[in-house]
């Protein structure tokens, strides 16, 4: 009987220990130069074929999402603080971004400029960082809450549950693709 409740004992303290030290990997991607980029515990980290880089703002919260469209200038967003973060190719910090405006999503365009979705006007802007101005505006956008968005420098896209609308550089929408629901 002592020797089964000693292994029940080891089993519970090796399942234990297996539970603190799991780790969660939240994001996971790939840049044209095959580095490749996690956030690991609140923590970006961008591996190549020789090094290992990390960046890491405790001060802003979690990372809400990751863009390495450029692989010169990585686009963090900071959802909780408004704040998009630029880094270098070797995460190092080239400049932030503090919104006045609650905004959802930020991702990278072309030059000095981000695109950005404004949840206050329901818009989605084309924003120049440099200049602290908004460059373009969609109309604003009825009856549809995104819930992600993906940009390249010609398109974005926002998706919701139901659908997903396209734009193009000009913040046109140019195609709605309605979602088909899984019976």
């Keep these: 009987m002592q020797s089964l ?3 029940l004992f080891l089993l519970f303290v090796s399942v234990s220990f297996a539970q603190s030290n799991e780790h969660r990997i939240d994001t996971l991607k790939t840049d044209v130069l095959d580095a490749q980029y996690s956030v690991f515990n609140n923590t970006l980290l961008k591996k ?12 802003l919260g979690d990372i809400s999402s990751v863009d390495v ?9 900071y959802a909780d603080f408004n704040t998009t973060v630029l880094l270098d190719n070797q ?4 400049e932030t971004i503090q919104f006045q405006n609650n ?7 072309i030059a000095n400029t981000l695109w950005i ?6 818009k989605l802007q084309h924003y120049d960082y440099k200049s602290k101005k908004t460059l373009q505006s969609s109309q604003s956008i009825t009856n549809f809450e995104p819930i992600e968005m993906e940009s390249s420098l010609n398109f974005i896209k926002l998706i919701g549950k139901n659908k997903t609308l396209i734009f193009n550089q000009y913040l046109n929408l140019i195609d709605t693709i309605i979602h088909k629901k899984n019976d």
């Design 117 to 122: 979705f404004n949840a206050d006007e329901n």
């Design 48 to 59: 190549n074929s020789t090094k290992t880089y990390t960046y890491k703002n405790i001060m």
């Design 5 to 7: 409740l000693k292994l």
């Design 103 to 109: 905004i959802s999503f930020s991702k990278k365009g």
């Design 91 to 94: 995460l190092n910090l080239k």
């Design 69 to 77: 469209t450029n692989t010169q200038e990585i686009v963090l967003f």
